[in-house]
């Protein structure tokens, strides 16, 4: 089964996927992605608009989402169609039933995964390990974030990604080690409930039937 026919796509990601931004054959790697089309999220792999139109559903998928991207791991980025007017983003982990209402709206999302990008074990000071990525290479990414989105954020959310370029690495102490990060996770936490708070804001909810 495919998704309803009186779905209508967000206005943002129908000019993503006319860009080409969301067209994985339009990746060429990591050290040219100012100059390539497809659009680099920190766990976000995009479907395009074709392949969520034609997207089959498994058995155990509840029909009140619309799945638009995944994670590396499986699980699945949606949005909800019981509030079709907001049409807010779920996340829908592939080994649960319980997902979490992520943000209100896809452009809010999309800020979300850059605030918390800044905030994890992604980054290396000096020498790092295979997954990790240059505060040089991550700052690129933000510029590059801030160019494309420009138009869709709000004022402050572009004003935190320009403060978020100049902001140097410092070592977040956890647990018995720690990592570089540009912002800390409870800085990040903070930065998400003010700037995308909502009535739903990381609530659960149940994404698989229960027939």
């Not at 989402?65 to 807010?88: C, H, M, N, R, S």
């Amino acid at each position: 089964m495919t998704i309803l026919n009186d779905f209508q796509f967000p206005e943002i990601f129908l000019e993503m996927n006319e860009q080409g931004w969301l067209d994985s054959r339009n990746f060429i790697n990591f050290k040219n992605f100012e100059s390539q089309k497809y659009l680099w999220l920190y766990d976000m792999e995009w479907l395009t608009c074709e392949k969520i139109l034609h997207y089959q559903y498994e058995e155990y998928e509840s029909r009140s989402i619309v799945p638009f991207a995944i994670t590396g791991g499986g699980d699945k980025w949606a949005w909800y169609l019981e509030f079709k007017q907001k049409l807010p983003v779920v996340y829908c982990p592939h080994d649960d039933d319980e997902g979490l209402f992520y943000a209100e709206n896809i452009e809010a999302a999309i800020f979300r995964q850059i605030l918390e990008f800044v905030s994890q074990n992604n980054f290396f000071h000096e020498v790092g390990q295979s997954w990790e990525m240059s505060i040089f290479d991550a700052k690129r990414h933000l510029k590059n974030w801030r160019t494309r989105f420009k138009k869709w954020f709000k004022k402050e959310w572009n004003d935190e990604l320009d403060k978020l370029i100049t902001l140097d690495l410092k070592y977040y102490s956890h647990n018995s080690g720690g990592y570089y990060v540009l912002i800390t996770p409870e800085e990040a936490k903070e930065k998400i409930e003010r700037y995308l708070n909502f009535n739903l804001l990381n609530k659960s909810f149940i994404w698989t039937n229960q027939d």
